[in-house]
């Protein structure tokens, strides 16, 4: 049972913008952390931005400033707004949802960013 479809991937040049969106469900949006992760070929798959239920975000040190986090309630969906993208942002990226320690996190199948002249 898919729970998270992530789109809006794709090919775009350096200083470029691009939109990331995961399809959710009310529940988890109210009930989970949800974040965007990213791994690269050969790389540990990393943090890239989380957001809370309650609205608080966060993000890792090398997309501040570039990258935003948000959530659409009506929508169900979770955004990642990325600009000023780099050759090094190129990596698989996927939706997650968090709820503690006690619970499994979810996972979208991921889509391809791929940053290139």
């Known amino acids: 049972q898919v729970q998270l479809v992530e789109s809006g991937g794709g090919l775009v040049h350096p200083g470029g913008s691009l939109r990331l969106s995961c399809a959710a469900s009310?529940?988890?949006?109210?009930?989970?952390?949800m974040g965007w992760f990213r791994q690269a070929p050969g790389q540990e798959r990393e943090v890239v931005a989380t957001?809370?239920?309650?609205?608080?975000?966060n993000y890792g040190d090398s997309v501040k400033g570039r990258f935003a986090i948000s959530e659409d309630n009506a929508k169900s969906t979770v955004y990642l707004q990325m600009s000023s993208l780099k050759p090094e942002d190129t990596a698989v990226y996927y939706c997650?949802?968090?709820?503690?320690?006690?619970?499994?996190?979810?996972w979208g199948r991921g889509t391809q960013v791929t940053v290139s002249s």
């Open positions: 997650n949802a968090h709820r503690g320690a006690r619970y499994t996190d979810l």
């Open positions: 009310r529940i988890i949006l109210n009930s989970h952390t």
């Open positions: 957001i809370t239920s309650d609205g608080v975000t």
